[in-house]
């Protein structure tokens, strides 16, 4: 009892004196305050949001218009939902699915055919190109009327800084800020099948006409580990997005959507994610290495830009 007045005392004498700003102290559960200026993640926008309350907990650059990259196959995916085709249709990577704006390669080779449902599955759990591609060129009106079904789901959802040009995120305009892609996350989150594959940690899939049999990754590092509750989750990267990483997962016995763009290195939008974590669960946050924290400042005086990026760098972008 004595515990339950000191902690109520302790909050009305931060909002008396102001201590307890929204931008610093932050409720979490039902007990525990954290203090947000804590928190530093090396991703150049960042967005961690509360899905029961509905409330921001800590916002880096939130409104920032930036590239999103493979991110986009979330909104790829509910219009592909939305439009009801059948999900057994089997659909064929065509010409018109090869990546000529950054080369990218894919193991869906011209001609391999499969399910409509298994496209979806390979676009969502490993960012397979060519499968979001074909998926839009199979939609009624074809890719153009595919984008303009994204762009008008994205206003639905109230996403006002967000354009899309293109089903796969390999286009630099599929833009967004951190807080609109909030929104889609929650918004992808109540489609059964996104829940499901975005979060399978692997898959093989049988490819027509050879009969052969490709086994296929969850590109989210987090999912394949399995030491995360997490209901939705998706990958992206090109040069201009940088590495990006969104999710829902349930910390501390509660939906939180975390949002992470323009993240620098390969690891770095993993471990700002178990930095989040790490600070949601205790109040405490987990230092930046050194070499990461002074890469970050480097790449982010310009958004979207890295002092060099190698030709097999580039690559992966079909990937993630």
Known sequence: MNQRLLFVFICLFLVATGAGAAEDLKPIGS???IDASKLKLASANALVFDAQTGQPIYAKGADAVTAIASVTKLMTA??????????????TI???????????????????????R???????????????????????GGTPAFVEA?????ASLAMTQTHFSDATGLSSENVATARDLARMVQAAAGYPLIREFT????????????????????TNSLVRGGQWDITLSKTGFIREAGKCLVMLANI??????????????????????????????TGE???????????MHVSHKVRGSFAAVSPAAKAKARRL
């Open 31 to 33: 007990t525990l305050l």
């Open 78 to 91: 509910m219009v592909v939902l939305d439009a009801q085709q059948p999900m057994d249709e089997m659909l």
């Open 94 to 116: 065509g010409i018109g699915d090869l990546d000529l704006l950054k080369a990218s390669s894919s193991r869906l080779r011209l001609g391999t055919t499969m399910t409509r």
């Open 118 to 140: 298994e496209m979806l599955q390979l676009a969502l759990m490993s960012s397979e190109n060519r499968a979001a591609s074909c998926l839009a060129r199979n939609y009624p």
């Open 150 to 154: 994204m762009n008008r789901k994205a």
């Open 199 to 218: 979060t399978t940690a692997s898959h093989s899939v049988e490819i027509q006409p050879s009969g052969r049999v490709l086994g296929f990754n969850n």
């Open 252 to 281: 501390v016995n509660r939906p939180v959507v975390i949002v992470l763009l323009d993240s620098y290195g390969r690891l770095s939008r993993i471990a700002d994610a178990q930095r989040v974590k790490h600070w949601l669960e």
């Open 285 to 295: 946050a987990l230092v930046i290495p050194t070499a990461s924290a002074k890469a």
